[in-house]
């Protein structure tokens, strides 16, 4: 039996589904029930019937996942598989500056470990960031932990936004003259970026969005040739979706080395082995579901 079909037979049997992010590895892509950005994945989470939550992505996601859905079996396949921007801001460190800025609402990007979330007013993923700020009665904003995206939503409102300085180590790769080299290459083609780009990436580029606003842009556009700034595995999705278009990638760096560490075999053993279950420590979880279950309110 191969292990797409071993895959098969242990999801049947462990009544399990598989959630996988845009950013995956072609062929865990392929395998999944489900692919989406952050806010479509942590929706399916909290609304799956199977027992089991097999989550390709990184940890945060799991994390998320277990906190709308704690009555759930949720596996991280691989267990080294974490964000490092989401490692850039620890609840401590949040706490400290909340004293700061006593009258800032803290809008928290899911790219964070549950203990920040719980220190959180409201969460926001990189598809409703700027909604979910303008959202809030509040005029001043501790954004965290993301700068570019605090620096995407700053440009879009007029309250005052206090930032964070985490970055994807990914997105911030990028640079303004790689856009400009690309942009030379190709004068026609729109250029699509992620908010985790840099300010001065995101100003250049046509349409800013989540990988799922990125997928729908490109189906809807009507350009042959679009050039993609964001983690090199939504190429999957494109090209599948989008037979007839041709998509660039702004930057070879742009590679998420912690998106590519699962693998068909790390499925197959988190299945088998019920490995790796996330859990969150109940008096976290409660007030992390509280600033994320606002988010999703607001998305519904
Ligand atoms: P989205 O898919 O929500 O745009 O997230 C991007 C990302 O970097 C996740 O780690
Ligand atoms: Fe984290 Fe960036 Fe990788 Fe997403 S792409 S998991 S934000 S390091």
Same mark, same amino acid.
């Not at 460190?93 to 203990?115: G, I, M």
């Given at each position: 039996?191969?292990?797409?079909?071993?895959?098969?037979?242990?999801?049947?049997?462990?009544?399990?589904?598989?959630?996988?992010?845009?950013?995956?590895?072609?062929?865990?892509?392929?395998?999944?029930?489900?692919t989406g950005d952050s806010l479509g994945?942590?929706?399916?989470?909290?609304?799956?019937?199977?027992?089991?939550?097999?989550?390709?992505?990184?940890?945060?996601?799991?994390?998320?996942?277990?906190?709308?859905?704690?009555?759930?079996? /949720?596996?991280?396949?691989?267990?080294?598989?974490?964000?490092?921007?989401?490692?850039?801001?620890?609840?401590?460190?949040?706490?400290?500056?909340?004293?700061?800025?006593?009258?800032?609402?803290?809008?928290?990007?899911?790219?964070?470990?549950?203990?920040?979330?719980?220190?959180?007013?409201?969460?926001?993923?990189?598809?409703?960031?700027?909604? /979910?700020?303008?959202?809030?009665?509040?005029?001043?904003?501790?954004?965290?932990?993301?700068?570019?995206?605090?620096?995407?939503?700053?440009?879009?409102?007029?309250?005052?936004?206090?930032?964070?300085?985490?970055?994807?180590?990914?997105?911030?790769?990028?640079?303004?003259?790689?856009?400009?080299?690309?942009?030379?290459?190709?004068?026609?083609?729109?250029?699509?970026?992620?908010?985790?780009?840099?300010?001065?990436?995101?100003?250049?580029?046509?349409?800013?969005?989540?990988?799922?606003?990125?997928?729908?842009?490109?189906?809807?556009?009507?350009?042959?040739?679009?050039?993609?700034?964001t983690e090199m595995g939504i190429l999957?999705?494109?090209?599948?979706?989008?037979?007839?278009?041709?998509?660039?990638?702004?930057?070879?760096?742009?590679?998420?080395?912690?998106?590519?560490?699962?693998?068909?075999?790390?499925?197959?053993?988190?299945?088998?082995?019920?490995?790796?279950?996330?859990?969150?420590?109940?008096?976290?979880?409660?007030?992390?579901?509280?600033?994320?279950?606002?988010?999703?309110?607001?998305?519904?």
């Amino acid at each position: 039996m191969d292990l797409v079909e071993k895959i098969e037979k242990l999801k049947k049997e462990k009544d399990a589904i598989i959630l996988a992010h845009n950013y995956q590895l072609d062929e865990v892509q392929a395998i999944a029930d489900y692919t989406g950005d952050s806010l479509g994945l942590s929706q399916k989470a909290a609304q799956v019937e199977e027992e089991t939550i097999v989550f390709c992505g990184v940890d945060f996601m799991a994390e998320s996942a277990a906190i709308l859905s704690p009555e759930k079996t /949720v596996l991280l396949p691989e267990k080294n598989a974490n964000c490092p921007m989401a490692e850039m801001i620890t609840a401590a460190q949040l706490r400290e500056k909340k004293e700061e800025y006593p009258q800032a609402a803290v809008v928290c990007y899911v790219n964070s470990s549950a203990a920040v979330k719980a220190e959180s007013d409201i969460c926001c993923t990189s598809s409703n960031a700027v909604e /979910v700020v303008e959202s809030l009665k509040e005029e001043q904003i501790l954004f965290v932990p993301d700068q570019n995206l605090g620096h995407y939503v700053a440009q879009q409102t007029e309250k005052e936004i206090i930032f964070w300085d985490g970055y994807c180590i990914t997105h911030h790769r990028v640079l303004a003259e790689h856009l400009n080299e690309v942009k030379e290459l190709h004068p026609q083609a729109p250029v699509i970026v992620h908010p985790e780009c840099r300010p001065e990436v995101v100003a250049g580029a046509d349409y800013v969005g989540s990988t799922a606003q990125i997928l729908n842009f490109a189906q809807q556009s009507e350009a042959e040739t679009i050039i993609i700034g964001t983690e090199m595995g939504i190429l999957y999705r494109l090209k599948n979706e989008n037979p007839a278009k041709t998509f660039y990638i702004l930057n070879q760096g742009l590679i998420c080395k912690n998106m590519k560490l699962t693998s068909l075999t790390d499925v197959v053993q988190a299945l088998e082995n019920n490995q790796y279950q996330i859990t969150v420590a109940a008096e976290i979880r409660v007030k992390a579901k509280q600033a994320l279950n606002k988010m999703l309110e607001l998305s519904r």
